[in-house]
């Protein structure tokens, strides 16, 4: 048997991959203390860019649902920071902030809710982001930044709902399928 510290490349290889499909059973198991040891070990190896993606992001739901909110929030933000351009890097943001708070850990709890919602304006979080703000505000006693940032939150959700209209057209109430204005207008005409 080939000593760990002296194992070939291959060897990590193989065992970094083992320790990452062991802790996807794991968690599968809900078995999470011991799924985010294994993440850990295969993070330490070479994994693909999505199977680091998929480590993090599980070690962080693992401490969330073993309810660790703190360890879990630092993960989360981990993940958003490293993976940006990845489409659930905005409710990692949303579910850090949620952590820190719940930890009582409000400044970090702003930080996160404040770039969501600052870097991913048009992501559903980012509403969410802009209603923990403004109860935020209000629990700490800042009335008037509470209502500033609930009448953001009405602002964006008012422009995410015409904007959505806008793109997807209005829906056929027989057939569900998107239809144009020129088709609207066709249809009044007649």
Not at 1 to 18: C, I, Q, Y
Not at 31 to 40: K, L, P, Q
Not at 73 to 86: N, T, V
Request: proline fraction near 3%; charged fraction near 35%.
């Amino acid at each position: 048997m080939v000593s760990h510290r002296f194992a070939t490349a291959p060897e990590k290889s193989l065992r970094n991959a083992g320790h990452y499909e062991l802790a996807e059973l794991l968690y599968e198991q809900e078995r999470f203390s011991e799924a985010i040891g294994h993440f850990g070990k295969a993070l330490e190896g070479n994994l693909t860019p999505e199977q680091k993606r998929e480590a993090l992001l599980k070690i962080a739901e693992a401490y969330l649902k073993s309810g660790k909110p703190l360890e879990a929030a630092k993960r989360f933000e981990q993940f958003a920071q490293l993976f940006g351009e990845d489409e659930r890097a905005s409710r990692a943001l949303f579910l850090a902030g949620e952590g820190y708070r719940k930890s009582r850990r409000n400044k970090d709890a702003r930080r996160c809710w404040e770039k969501l919602s600052s870097k991913y304006p048009h992501s559903p979080f980012a509403p969410k982001a802009l209603w923990a703000l403004a109860e935020l505000a209000e629990g700490e006693g800042n009335e008037a930044l509470a209502r500033q940032i609930y009448r953001n939150w009405l602002n964006a959700t008012l422009n995410r709902r015409k904007q959505l209209k806008r793109t997807q057209g209005l829906r056929c109430g027989t057939t569900g399928k998107a239809i144009t204005r020129r088709q609207r207008e066709h249809t009044r005409k007649r």
